[in-house]
């Protein structure tokens, strides 16, 4: 079992920057591949990107690539999505997520989940 905390979100002016963490618990995070997504009212859940256990590889959606980042430190558990030039359609809810069995740009892949952390972009 793992277990998913999300922190770091808040709100923030048009251009701005915030950086969320999702802190893991379990001796296996290390094995799972992680991936974050957000949800904003009204709308489905939305993919933003993920990484490979190792970290060695990324992928990101077209609406944040260039602009958000993902990280992870195997070693702390967590896994960070650094989030640059912030539009106001990037308000949502945030979760990460994490996948024992691979990665994908699908929820479904993703076994595990956070709570949420809620990012409001001013303009």
């Known amino acids: 079992q793992v277990q998913l905390v999300e922190s770091g979100g808040g709100l923030v002016q048009a251009g701005g920057s915030l950086r969320l963490s999702c802190a893991a618990s379990?001796?296996?995070?290390?094995?799972?591949?992680m991936g974050w997504f957000r949800q904003a009212p009204g709308k489905e859940r939305e993919f933003v990107g993920y990484?490979?256990?190792?970290?060695?590889?990324?992928l990101y959606a077209d609406s944040v690539k260039g602009r958000f980042t993902i990280s992870r430190d195997n070693a702390k558990n967590t896994v960070y999505l650094q989030m640059n030039s912030l539009k106001p359609e990037d308000t949502a809810v945030y979760y990460c997520?994490?996948?024992?069995?691979?990665?994908?740009?699908?929820?479904?892949?993703?076994?595990?989940w956070g709570q949420g952390t809620q990012v409001t972009v001013s303009s």
């Open positions: 997520a994490g996948s024992s069995t691979g990665w994908g740009v699908s929820p479904t892949r993703y076994n595990y």
């Open positions: 379990g001796r296996t995070f290390s094995s799972y591949a």
């Open positions: 990484i490979t256990w190792s970290g060695s590889t990324t």
